[in-house]
Structures are given as C-alpha cells and as structure tokens.
C-alpha cells in the first residue's frame, strides 16, 4: 500500500503492552504485592491501581508511602530491581493477548499501516513479550519499539510517543494511540495523537481528542479511523 495518503488520514497505529495488547499488569501487581510482603506490609488495591503505566520510580515511591516507609535512595532502586526481576520470571511463564488485541494488531499490519510498540517497560522485560507476540504471529507486527529504559523521559511525558512517530517518519494527526493508562492516554494527547482508551485497572477520565471503549474486541482499522476523524472533528471546532 502505498504511504502516500490524504492528510489527516490514519497512517500509523501505536499500542501501549502492559494491560493494552497483553495481560501482564497482573504479573506487575504481584510482583509488587509480593514486595510488599517482603517489606512487612500489604499494598493495598487504591495504591496499586495508581501505579499503573507508571515509572518504576514512581509505584516504589507510591508503594512505600502506602506502607509507610521510608526508604534511601539505594533500597528504592533495589525495590524497584527486585519487581523488575520478579516480573520477569512471571513473565517468563506465559504471556496472553488482551481479548481482541491479537486481531486488531493483524488487521492493523494487514491494512498496510505503520506500527509502534511504545511502553514503559524497560527492554529487558520488554523484549520477553515481544519474543512470545512475534512466537504467536509468525513474524514481527511492529516496525518500531520504543521502550522505558530509551527514551529521555517516560510516560506522561509525550517522548515516547514523538520518538516512536519520529522513527515512523509519520505526523501525529496520522496517528492513534492505543492506551489503557492514565499516564498513558496523557503522553498519547500530549504528543498530538487521537488516543482510544480501553481502561483496565484505572479508570479514564473523558478528554479531548480521547475515546473510550470497554475492550478491543470488535474494534478494526475502520474504528482506529473514526478515533482519528473524531479527534479532528473537535479541533475543527475548537
């Protein structure tokens, strides 16, 4: 297919993993509950919510103010190794697709457009679901990864997202972001992209140029389409 299309047309779709294509966030919230355990205590259900599509630094900081801790900069580093390390052997274990995940992301590649993984997930773990993902469908689906660990500041910040448009050589009114996190949905609209938001653990608030479904199953290029011609609807009329 040729890349040649009109502007303001869906040229490139950019998923968010954790919780968003596969169903790892679990493996995450045991690792930490896990930690928590370690640490005398027990996280509770709020706190872990709120770390969702966070840095490591940031659900150590939240986990250890839930706990009442207070940890030096080295035991917070170390907290953080040990879910990284934790969630790794988790991982290892199997990976699943979120319900409609594995369909949306080959009717995506099928339909010729451009592709982006873009996580917080540091690559090391990253790159453990990406070996289980290309296993499943025979080959790569994306033609860029944008992990945690490689990009000059993390979500919400909107660099991920630019780096991963920039490598695509693609404009963000080209694009839809697909995000189940709130930190995630605030990169996405930061970096100037449509954003559909299919919330997991948090809730999304409504935002322009966000909507929001309950899942990716039924959704198709048709539908990353009309997240993208929705979003420009209201900059029209704005």
Do not use: N
């Amino acid at each position: 297919m040729s890349d040649r299309r009109a502007a303001g047309e869906l040229r490139a779709v950019l998923f968010d993993m954790d919780g968003t294509l596969v169903e790892t966030e679990q493996y995450w919230g045991e690792a930490m509950f896990e930690l928590a355990a370690r640490l005398g205590g027990r996280m509770s259900a709020a706190a872990r919510a709120s770390t969702v599509g966070s840095t490591m630094r940031r659900s150590m900081t939240i986990l250890h103010a839930d706990l009442g801790l207070v940890r030096t900069e080295e035991q917070l580093l170390a907290d953080a190794r040990w879910v990284e390390d934790r969630t790794a052997q988790l991982l290892g274990a199997g990976v699943s697709w979120c319900p409609g995940a594995r369909e949306l992301v080959t009717a995506v590649r099928a339909a010729g457009l451009r592709t982006a993984l873009v996580t917080t997930t540091p690559r090391r773990l990253a790159d453990i679901v990406l070996a289980s993902i290309r296993a499943d469908l025979d080959g790569d689906p994306f033609d860029v990864t944008v992990c945690g660990d490689e990009v000059a500041a993390r979500k919400p910040d909107p660099a991920p997202y630019q780096q991963a448009m920039g490598a695509l050589a693609v404009e963000p009114s080209e694009c839809v972001v697909v995000e189940d996190s709130e930190s995630g949905v605030a990169a996405g609209l930061a970096a100037g992209a449509a954003v559909l938001g299919v919330p997991t653990v948090q809730d999304l608030a409504p935002a322009p140029g966000l909507t929001l479904r309950s899942g990716l199953v039924g959704v198709d290029v048709a539908g990353l389409a009309g997240v993208l011609a929705r979003r420009d609807l209201v900059d029209a009329t704005t």
